[in-house]
């Protein structure tokens, strides 16, 4: 009986120091692709003229509620909780008419200009490095040393401007010599704004991929380690109306520079003028403004090994819903346009081999 005791509680404890092992090792490999995540985060040039800055999602959940399609409310406050569910009919609501908020230069919706103060969501995909097979036993020798992961670089806006279209009657149009025979109309104005852009590192302490985000668009860059600077993939094959991305995202060190549009806060590779809609022309503006050094400010998340911040999870809409729509408001061509979906809701830019 004594010996079976003692046995129980040594292969316990042979268990216990075994696991605590194993999350040591991880705690190490974490702390070795977080420094990773600091070294490649982003320089983000805000726009010169910016009027809606960046802001710490907490603090924005102070100033909405949760309604559904119907206007109902659902959660008159938040209170460190949300709706799980995935469902796009519940929207975060300004408790305040965003016109009121808009006119108010000190409201949240401006965001917070002293770019020290807001946090980057950096979330962190770790993917497997073990093969599944024999043959996959190459895959597996390159990534011995672990850093294979993802990382995508989150910011949110409280408010998204939307941009000026010329429109005829009730039907956006061309601009002739660059004159509106009609009348100008701010289209696609929205509250909350997630905007983002991802990294790939596949076994090797630089990354190999970079994905920025513009709008319903982005681009892919890979990594030149000679020139210090990531290209355009010219290999990925252009599918619908495309902006046109610079070739070139240059870095500061080893961080990649970034422009956030003004207002709108699509990121582009270069100060300027960015196409990204013939018809009706839409661009962004681009510029050397407030420069936002983000590896001071990361909130960095490792998926699946921690708990999250409860916001993560909301599967509705971080915004009021569209209003104010020309034609029909199933066009989605209004004024005022639905919020964004969630970080976790959108699609990810990089796989995983192995999980694939
Ligand atoms: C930037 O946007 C603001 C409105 O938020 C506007 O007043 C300003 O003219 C814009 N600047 C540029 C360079 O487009
Ligand atoms: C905007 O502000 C001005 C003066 O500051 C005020 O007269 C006007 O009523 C405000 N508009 C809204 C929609 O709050």
Not at 55 to 61: A, E, I, S, T
Not at 337 to 352: A, E, V, W, Y
């Amino acid at each position: 009986m004594i010996i079976r005791r003692q046995f129980c509680l040594f292969s316990f404890i042979f268990v216990f120091l075994l696991q605590l092992g194993v999350k040591c090792q991880r705690l190490d490999e974490f702390r070795k692709v977080e420094d990773l995540v600091k070294k490649w985060s982003p320089v983000i040039w805000l726009s010169p003229e910016e009027k809606y800055f960046p802001l710490n999602v907490d603090d924005f959940l102070k100033y909405v509620y949760v309604s559904d399609e119907n206007g109902e409310t659902v959660m008159p406050h938040l209170n460190g909780k949300l709706p799980m569910y995935i469902t796009e009919r519940f929207n975060l609501m300004t408790h305040e008419s965003v016109e009121s908020l808009l006119n108010d230069s000190t409201s949240f919706l401006h965001g917070n200009s002293n770019l020290n103060k807001v946090s980057v969501y950096a979330v962190v995909r770790h993917c497997s490095t073990s093969p599944k097979s024999e043959n996959e036993n190459r895959v597996q020798r390159n990534f011995e040393n672990n850093f294979y992961f993802h990382v995508t670089y989150w910011i949110f806006y409280p408010f998204n401007l939307g941009k000026d279209v010329c429109v005829l009657g009730r039907v956006p149009t061309l601009q002739v010599f660059n004159t509106c025979l009609g009348k100008v109309k701010t289209i696609g104005n929205h509250v909350g704004d997630w905007e983002h852009m991802s990294l790939s590192f596949v076994g090797k302490p630089i990354p190999d991929k970079l994905y920025i985000a513009a709008h319903t668009s982005g681009a892919y860059y890979i990594y030149n380690e000679k020139y210090r600077i990531f290209q355009l993939d010219g290999t990925i094959k252009k599918v619908g109306p495309r902006p046109k991305f610079p070739e070139i995202i240059r870095t500061q060190g080893e961080h990649p520079i970034v422009f956030s549009a003004n207002g709108s806060h699509g990121m582009w590779a270069t100060p300027g003028i960015q196409e990204y809609m013939k018809v009706p022309k839409v661009t962004d503006i681009t510029g050397y403004g407030t420069p936002w050094f983000t590896w001071n400010n990361l909130r960095i998340f490792h998926l699946g090994y921690e708990n999250l911040p409860y916001w993560f999870n909301f599967g509705g809409r971080w915004g009021n819903p569209k209003k104010k729509c020309l034609l029909f408001k199933k066009l989605g061509i209004c004024e005022y346009s639905d919020g964004p979906t969630g970080i976790l809701r959108k699609r990810q830019h990089f796989s995983c081999i192995n999980n694939i």
